[in-house]
C-alpha cells in the first residue's frame, strides 16, 4: 500500500493519473485539392475504409471543414505534418489543423 494513502478511506482517494489530452485533428476544405486525393490521404494516413474516407471527404467539401479524428497531440502533429507534406509533393494547398477535444 502506498504509505501516502494508508489510513484514507477508500472513498477520500483522489485518482491522480490523468488520461493524456485529446486533440482533434480538422480537414479544411479548398477549391484545388482533388476529391480522390483526399480520399487517398484519409485512407492513407487516417486508416478510414474507402466509404468512410469518401463521405469524411465529402461532407468537408460540403461544408468547409470537417472531423477526422481524436488523438493525443503528438500523433495529431505527425499526421498534420504527413498531410502537408504529402499535398505539397502533390502540388495540392490541402490543410488540416488540430484543435483541443
Ligand atoms: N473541394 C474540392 C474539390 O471540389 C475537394 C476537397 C474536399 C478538397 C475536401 C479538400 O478537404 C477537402 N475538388
Not at 19 to 26: A, C, G, N, R, W
Not at 49 to 69: C, N, P, Q, W, Y
Amino acid at each position: 500500500m502506498d504509505p501516502l494513502i494508508k489510513d484514507k478511506p477508500a472513498s477520500k482517494i483522489k485518482d491522480k493519473t490523468k488520461e493524456p489530452e485529446q486533440f482533434k485533428v480538422i480537414l479544411l476544405n479548398d477549391d484545388y485539392t482533388t476529391m480522390e486525393f483526399v480520399v487517398e490521404i484519409l485512407m492513407k494516413i487516417f486508416h478510414k475504409s474507402t466509404e468512410d474516407a469518401f463521405l469524411i471527404m465529402l461532407s468537408v467539401h460540403e461544408k468547409g471543414r470537417g472531423h477526422v479524428g481524436i488523438y493525443t497531440w503528438d500523433i495529431a502533429l505527425t499526421k498534420t505534418e504527413q498531410v502537408h507534406a504529402e499535398a505539397s509533393a502533390n502540388n495540392f494547398p490541402l490543410k488540416c489543423i488540430v484543435e483541443p477535444a
